[in-house]
């Protein structure tokens, strides 16, 4: 049995805060290694990239999602008592109602009604000078997530929504009041929809058959009893957060096509394969989600290594779709590569890998590349704008990542549609 590299340092946190994105790629760099071994927030932690590693992590009866998560993680992002941190089949009824809600209707759905919302906002768009253009998509796909998840929204209520499910994202990481923000935010929400479903529940405010809200409202557990509110509130809260996170990929999307502008002219008559190519390409370059954690259900021995029971996991998302072994000059935006994707679930893992229906890989990934290709559709075909001079850089060790300016536009004008 070989030991697992380990990092000389009797805790990694301040390098994790230092490296983001890179932390574990770095160091797997440097111990020649897919895995190595350190402590983080005072706790042992194994850490892994690449596409064995991958298949390793996604086995369900090797690791367990139970009690892998911090509570600064838990009390922001994620909530308690969601699908996140259920195993076997506790978490197999759950990912199902999340799953019936991704139909190909269900997303064709979405996409209609969060490409109404693009149209009316470019045209509001034309009579400003410029527009911050994170927080307007953020406002567009708030709109558009609840009106499709079944949740009544009062235009009063749109900005605050919008603020608090950007903070739930960027609190996990932060330090200080940003990441107290984001406990508070998700407190307020939470409330909210809890009496939202109530609503439903006492057909006050009965919700679309096929829509999040109804479906949730309605679910029943092992033991054949209704969901509790609170559990619901998070799970609505796992469907409504993520769409508006999108808003970050958009961002890097209108990133990617002010930096690399030949594939504009290509994409204003895009293809369907060739804006799906564009999209892909966005996720795998673009730094979103670093990584995912487990515990180890049973101590078992992987290609020689030691993996002890109760021992934290963390596998590499970004590094892993950074890999040279498995993309060639990873560090090149070319969205040419996916036309040879073989598709593997294990070496392309922007929102986690393995099987959407048995595994924790992401409930909503095909809603997400939908929702960006009805942006890029949008930023390439039915708008024009100017891009005018500001700070675009981001940082990599700034988790989740964006651009410091977050993206400003001038100049919009709507296309004329061609009919
Ligand atoms: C899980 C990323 C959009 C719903 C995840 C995971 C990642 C992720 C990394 C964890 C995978 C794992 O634990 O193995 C992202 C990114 C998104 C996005 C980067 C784009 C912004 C969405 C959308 C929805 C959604 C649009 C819903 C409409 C979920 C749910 C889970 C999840 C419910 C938990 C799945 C489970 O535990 O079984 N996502 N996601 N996500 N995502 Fe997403």
Redesign the pocket.
């Known amino acids: 049995m070989s030991n697992i590299p380990s990092s000389p340092w009797p805790d990694s946190t301040l390098a994790l805060l230092s490296d983001g994105y890179e932390f574990i790629s770095k160091r797997c760099r440097r111990y020649d290694s897919d895995l190595f071994e350190t402590r983080l927030l005072l706790q042992k932690v194994i850490c892994m990239q690449g596409e064995a590693a991958a298949q390793l992590?996604?086995d369900n009866d090797r690791f367990q999602?139970q009690g892998a998560m911090p509570q600064r993680v838990i009390k922001t992002l994620l909530g308690q008592g969601?699908?996140?941190g259920?195993d076997g089949e506790a978490?197999r009824r759950?990912?199902q109602m999340?799953m019936s809600?991704?139909t190909p209707e269900g997303i064709q759905d979405i996409a209609a009604l969060t490409a109404e919302h693009w149209c009316a906002a470019i045209m509001t768009w034309e009579n400003r000078d410029t527009v911050v253009f994170f927080e307007a998509v953020n406002d567009i796909l708030c709109r558009a997530?609840c009106q499709w998840a079944g949740v009544p929204l009062p235009e009063s209520h749109v900005q605050q929504l919008t603020k608090d499910l950007v903070a739930m994202v960027e609190a996990p990481a932060a330090l200080g009041l940003r990441h107290w923000q984001g406990r508070l935010a998700r407190n307020r929400a939470e409330r909210w929809l809890a009496q939202g479903v109530d609503d439903v529940r006492a057909r006050v405010c009965p919700a679309l058959e096929t829509s999040a809200a109804h479906v949730m409202a309605w679910q029943r557990d092992q033991d054949g009893e209704l969901l509790d509110r609170k559990v619901i509130a998070v799970?609505l809260l796992?469907?409504i957060r993520?769409?508006v996170?999108?808003?970050?990929?958009i961002v890097f999307m209108a990133l990617a096509l002010h930096e690399y502008p030949r594939y504009r002219q290509m994409l204003q008559a895009g293809s369907e394969e060739e804006l799906t190519w564009f999209v892909q390409e966005v996720?795998r370059f673009y730094p979103?989600?670093p990584a995912?954690?487990?515990v180890v259900k049973q101590e078992f021995v992987w290609q020689g290594y030691r993996f002890p029971q109760g021992r934290w996991v963390l596998?590499d998302?970004y590094g892993t779709d950074h890999d040279p072994r498995l993309w060639e000059q990873p560090e090149a935006f070319q969205p040419e590569r996916f036309r040879s994707w073989k598709g593997s679930a294990f070496d392309f893992?922007?929102?986690?890998?393995?099987n959407h229906h048995q595994?924790?890989?992401?409930?909503?990934?095909w809603?997400?590349i939908e929702?960006m290709k009805v942006a890029l559709r949008a930023l390439t075909q039915e708008m024009e704008y100017a891009v005018p001079s500001q700070d675009l850089r981001f940082s990599l060790s700034q988790v989740p990542a964006l651009p410091k300016s977050r993206f400003i536009i001038g100049n919009v004008r709507a296309k004329p549609r061609a009919s």
């Open positions: 992590f996604y999602r969601g699908v996140q259920l978490h759950r990912k999340f809600l991704m997530s799970e796992n469907i993520p769409i996170a999108i808003g970050r990929f996720r979103f989600f995912v954690a487990a596998l998302l893992i922007p929102q986690g890998g393995g595994h924790h890989r992401c409930a909503g990934e809603i997400t929702l």
